[in-house]
């Protein structure tokens, strides 16, 4: 039976999120909605924190040790992303704040788009389409706009996760493609056998993939993975997707490898410093770029709000929250 007298805990919702959910926020909660386009400066962020018990934030909001100092009685960050590189998860389990993340409920919308960008890249599709609104199109040609299959070519997966996975079978069930993959664990043969996924080293990914997605996390130890060097390992026939994060990829790298023919396309949701866009990718015609919108259907948007919210609900309840990352 919840304490009515009790006074609702402070929590500051972050990001503008759906006005219902937010609504039905505020009956839980004492609620500071920074209802705003822009996202808070790390100034802003920290004073709207003080005296907060908890936030509602996105992948974008940095959490440091230095802002966990300057706002002493947070105890609770909820995320509305799955992605938490954005969390110094140390420093907050360090000052025994708990941290919980929006996994699963997004990885079905995240893979359809992944597949979508790989598709779009290898068939040339924003290319083709910005020759057409230029009114460039004069006569079908054999050659106009000739870019790679999908059916029956290799798919590359790095990062064999959950959307790693949901990515293989549309490729494998969908599409006709072999299955590689290079991830720090194995998955089970039982998990491998409906795809037909094989485990490969890394260079052997690069090297024999005609499409590789990227789909790892991104951690000190991912930072520019996928560098010059691996690079020069693809096949100049091939695409590169990467809709993990930005820093996983070298841009620069990537834009002179696009730019030089070393590889044939590539899709990006992510970069390295968004919201801008490294100019030389911006200059390469066989790119297609999009704002990190990969779970970004309004039904998966939402169910990510409101895992969001079940996981703050929990914690000030006392009930386990459905997606804590630590303890
Ligand atoms: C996630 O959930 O991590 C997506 O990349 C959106 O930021």
Known sequence: MPNLAAPKPRVLLARRIF??????MAEAFDLDYADDDQPLSPEALRQRLQGKLGLLASGTEQITAELLDACPELRVISLMTVGHNNVDLAACSARGVR????????TETTADFGFALMMAAARRISESEHYLRRGDWKQWRVDLFAGADIHGTTLGILGMGRIGQAIARRGALGFGMKVIYHNRSRLAPEQEAPIGARWVSKEALLREADHLVIVVPYTPASHHLVAEQDLA??????TLTNIARGGVVDDVALARALQQGRLAAAGLDVFEREPQVHPDLLACANVVLTPHIASASVPTRRAMCELAERNLLAAFSGRPMPSLLNS
């Open 19 to 24: 006005p219902d959910i937010a609504a039905r």
């Open 99 to 106: 941290v919980s993340n929006a996994p699963d409920v997004l």
């Open 233 to 238: 390992l693809m096949k100049p026939s091939a």
